[in-house]
């Protein structure tokens, strides 16, 4: 096995001070989690407000990361085209102190999918620009939408200005507006997002002011070496090699079962991922090549070295292969609405992969369904309201550990929304919530059981429910078991919503339960005090 060798000092450590390196980086993340709470406390909608559906980053003038913070992993995604979507329309001289741009297209906007909707703030420091302040946030409006290609799923915003000189271009938002079902709550979220960039762009100024512009901007080149050097020693140190994995994939929009598969090859200090992929589908299950590197990143971060400072550093070893206008590499014009249920597959198959050169540092199948929920309809006085909700699950079991119960795994990292908000603001009440027996893969150590919620509608509501993992359970890992599947029943009928859509009447039920986690290991070497403990906890019926 061979490294490359990376000099003891890089150029960009070369007449700065190390420890002024980290407290700048520490810093940086200082920043991007202080424009998530403003964020968060800004916003109008549950899905912000409580969900916390939302993530935040510094970029530099390049339009390479500088942090992200530890938000939503997969709204990598929607930030790695960003910078680029928008100095590819706007030259660089025409960019203003002041300027915000918008975006959200999967093609001509530098997102993923229509409802997360990007700002962009660049940040000027004595009249250079010099970074980025970013944020996304999940805009749950775009309900009763079709998804056999991109132009039914909600308004697609290519990378335009949106602030001029800091006053608000009020043609471009009565236009974005005029699109949106739910408009009064798209304009106060949208507000909250540039104030986070505000927020964000005057912390990184006064950096700047603190250690001089220069310092700043090389620390941050500091950093993404930094980043690269410990990826390429954390993939070093896994064996030489190349390992295929694949799993089958069923969801409730496509009537057929595809299948998913990646084939990674290490080499000294490079990895190597080719994806298998079917052709992409009349359907919302389509990734653009941004999302498939979200997923990637993310997967191979956790599984080499957790510790990896996340920024555009850690992607330097990694080569990402796939056929192009496939699922998981889609082209224009293939709907990416639910992508996030291929991109969480897609965190599995990697571990798959994975756990054959590193059993110990990968985990057993997880939920990994991208299982959500969205509910509207109109109130007595004809507003239009819409609900999102994505359900956690079982998480894989560890080879030292159990896996988590009830919990969003992998590319989220949401919040559900709390019943109490749920009720006050929704005609929905929820008659249970609780983590389903049994439904943790069983094994040396067991996965983490998934969640069952019932919601009963007071009004007519239009639901459109998306999962997988129905047939094809969460896979465990050197013996373990598998984890329970997804099921749904709507007055305690299975099957009731054709394709995953419909409608409640007022009093119906809608029972949603959610895929357990995989098990690691051989049952029959779990432990007495785990076995007893099982019981207690009602891990198993009996």
């Given at each position: 096995m061979t490294m490359q060798t990376q000099p003891d000092r890089p150029a960009a450590f070369a007449d700065?001070?190390?420890i002024t390196v980290e407290v700048i980086g520490s810093a940086f993340m200082s920043i991007v989690e202080e424009m998530g709470e403003a964020l968060v406390r800004a916003s109008y909608s549950t899905n912000i407000k409580e969900r916390r559906d939302c993530s935040t980053a510094l970029f530099d003038a390049q339009g390479r990361t500088l942090c992200q913070a530890e938000?939503?992993?997969?709204?990598?995604?929607s930030f790695l085209d960003f910078v680029h979507n928008v100095t590819r329309r706007y030259p660089r001289e025409t960019i203003r102190p002041g300027d915000t741009f918008i975006g959200n297209d999967a093609y001509e906007g530098g997102g993923t999918h229509l409802p997360d909707i990007v700002m962009g703030t660049p940040v000027f420091v004595g009249g250079e620009l010099v970074a980025w302040a970013l944020n996304t946030g999940h805009h749950a409006d775009f309900a009763d939408r079709g998804h056999a290609h991109i132009y039914q799923e909600g308004i697609r915003i290519p990378a335009v200005r949106l602030y001029r000189d800091g006053q608000l271009q009020a043609d471009v938002m009565d236009l974005i507006l005029l699109n949106c079902q739910v408009p009064a709550e798209r304009r106060s979220d949208l507000q909250a997002q540039q104030a986070a960039n505000i927020v964000g762009a005057r912390r990184l100024t006064a950096l700047c002011e603190k250690y001089g512009t220069d310092v700043v901007m090389r620390a941050g080149d500091a950093l993404q070496d930094y980043a690269e050097r410990k990826m390429r020693a954390a993939i070093a140190a896994m064996p030489d090699g190349t390992w295929s994995y694949a799993e089958k994939m069923e969801t409730l929009e496509l009537d057929e079962v595809v299948e998913l598969g990646v084939t990674v090859t290490i080499r000294g200090d490079e990895m190597h991922l080719d994806f298998r992929s079917p052709p992409q589908v009349r359907a919302s299950l389509n990734m653009t090549r941004t999302a498939l590197l979200a997923a990637v990143y993310f997967t191979v971060k956790a599984v080499a070295d957790p510790?990896?400072?996340p920024n555009e550093g850690l992607g330097r070893p990694l080569k990402v292969t796939a056929p192009r206008?496939?699922?998981?590499?889609?082209?224009h014009p293939a709907a990416v609405n639910g992508r996030f249920t291929t991109c969480q597959r897609i965190v599995d198959i990697i571990m798959g992969a994975l756990a054959q050169a590193v059993p110990r540092q990968a985990i057993a199948g997880s939920n990994s369904a991208g299982l959500y929920a969205l509910?509207?309809?109109s109130r007595p006085d004809g507003a239009f309201w819409a609900y999102l909700e994505s359900m956690g699950g079982g998480g894989g079991a560890r080879h030292d550990k159990d896996g988590l119960h009830g919990v969003q795994v992998h590319l989220t990292n949401t919040s559900n929304l709390p019943v109490e908000a749920l009720e006050?603001?929704?005609?929905?009440t929820v008659e249970r919530y609780e983590l389903i027996d049994g439904?943790?893969?069983?094994?040396?150590?067991?996965?983490?059981?998934?969640?069952?919620?019932v919601y009963r509608a007071g009004l007519p509501t239009r639901v459109e429910l998306d999962s997988s993992r129905a047939e094809f359970a969460a896979q465990g890992l050197a013996g373990g078991g598998p984890g329970g599947c997804f099921t749904y029943r709507v007055n305690g009928q299975p099957g009731a919503l054709k394709g995953g859509i419909g409608v409640l009447q007022a009093g119906d039920l809608l029972e949603i339960a959610s895929p357990g986690g995989g098990g690691y290991g051989p049952f029959a070497e779990r432990s007495p005090e785990a076995r007893a403990r099982d019981l207690r906890e009602?891990?198993?019926?009996?």
């Open positions: 700065i001070d190390p938000h939503i992993p997969m709204h990598l995604g510790t990896v400072l206008g496939s699922i998981v590499q889609c082209e509910f509207s309809g006050l603001e929704y005609p929905l439904s943790g893969g069983r094994g040396r150590f067991c996965g983490g059981m998934g969640l069952r919620r009602r891990r198993y019926p009996g």
